[in-house]
């Protein structure tokens, strides 16, 4: 049986997660209204990515025998004036997303839930790959700088990411 202040602070996570869907699926629609497919592919993949994160909580608290309460999701940003703009706000989002597990951890080691603080070993590795992606790209965009033909390279190699779930989901 999950601990409710644990319980709490996991619901909290899930909405943390879909609105970390929610905003790349945001992205993802201005960058094919802007028509960089490959960056709208990047960024579609790694809304469906958050909702698996959102469900990997979502199964452990049922699997611990606890509630899961979803709350609304907030409305993100429609539109960024770059793709730097758009990437750069990934990266800080990446930032918070970690600052919420590293608290989650904390609140485990608090309340003696060795469980749970083993379960979110998967999110703290998950988020060095989470700000390292962002950042890889941001890195790419800085060394382009205007060229249109660097802009549609990596465009064209964002479009080659593919979807894999989370195996196993939980
Ligand atoms: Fe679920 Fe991008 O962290």
């Keep these: 049986m999950i601990n409710k202040k644990m319980e709490d602070a996991l619901n909290k996570q899930i909405n943390e997660e879909m609105f970390s869907a ?5 992205m993802s629609a201005d960058f094919e ?3 960089l497919a490959g960056f709208a592919n990047w960024m579609r ?3 469906q990515e958050e909702n ?7 199964d452990f608290i049922t699997r611990r025998n606890g509630i899961v309460k979803l709350e609304a999701i907030a409305k993100p940003e ?10 750069e706000a990934a990266y800080n989002h990446e930032i918070h ?4 597990i590293n608290a ?3 609140t485990a080691r608090e309340l003696n839930d060795n469980a749970t603080e083993n379960e979110l070993q998967w999110f703290v590795n998950e988020q060095v790959e989470e700000e390292e992606n962002a950042s890889k790209i941001m890195d790419k965009l800085k060394t382009i700088g205007e060229s249109g033909h660097g802009m549609l390279m990596i465009d064209n190699e964002l479009s ?4 894999t779930p989370i195996n196993p989901v939980v």
């Design 22 to 26: 929610y905003l790349y699926l945001a």
């Design 33 to 35: 209204e802007k028509g």
């Design 45 to 47: 993949v790694q809304a």
């Design 52 to 58: 698996d994160h959102a469900m990997k909580i979502f």
């Design 78 to 87: 429609q539109s960024w004036d770059s793709p730097m703009a758009a990437i």
């Design 97 to 100: 997303i970690t600052g919420c």
């Design 104 to 106: 989650l951890v904390k």
């Design 160 to 163: 080659q990411r593919a979807y």
